[in-house]
């Protein structure tokens, strides 16, 4: 049974920071790409960010680069998102997802999913 555990989402002032996280009960967590999507009332999950199998190559949505960073500790079977300058744009339900294969920019692609963690950004 997969199973993947967001944390760390809350409620923070716009210009600041959080940082996500997400455990993932997986036997081989190195088979699988990783990503972070998002959901906003009203609006459908997009993609924000993804990373390889070993953690060399990182992709993003145009509206995160430089903003946020993910990463992975294969060791410890978590996957990251550190958003810094966060905007009221980006409040929403974080999921982190794994990926066996297919594309990293499509939700359809990944094969297990997390519960979410909400992010919140005053103004």
């Known amino acids: 049974q997969v199973q993947l555990v967001e944390s760390g989402g809350g409620l923070v002032q716009a210009g600041g920071s959080l940082r996500l996280s997400c455990a993932a009960s997986?036997?081989?967590?190195?088979?699988?790409?990783m990503g972070w999507f998002r959901q906003a009332p009203g609006k459908e999950r997009e993609f924000v960010a993804a990373?390889?199998?070993?953690?060399?190559?990182?992709y993003y949505t145009d509206s995160v680069k430089g903003r946020f960073s993910i990463s992975r500790d294969n060791s410890k079977n978590t996957v990251y998102l550190q958003m810094n300058s966060l905007k009221p744009e980006d409040a929403a339900v974080y999921y982190c997802?794994?990926?066996?294969?297919?594309?990293?920019?499509?939700?359809?692609?990944?094969?297990?999913w997390g519960q979410g963690t909400q992010v919140t950004v005053s103004s």
């Open positions: 990373i390889n199998r070993i953690g060399t190559s990182t």
């Open positions: 997802a794994g990926n066996v294969s297919g594309s990293y920019y499509l939700s359809a692609s990944y094969d297990y």
């Open positions: 997986i036997r081989t967590f190195s088979n699988y790409a």
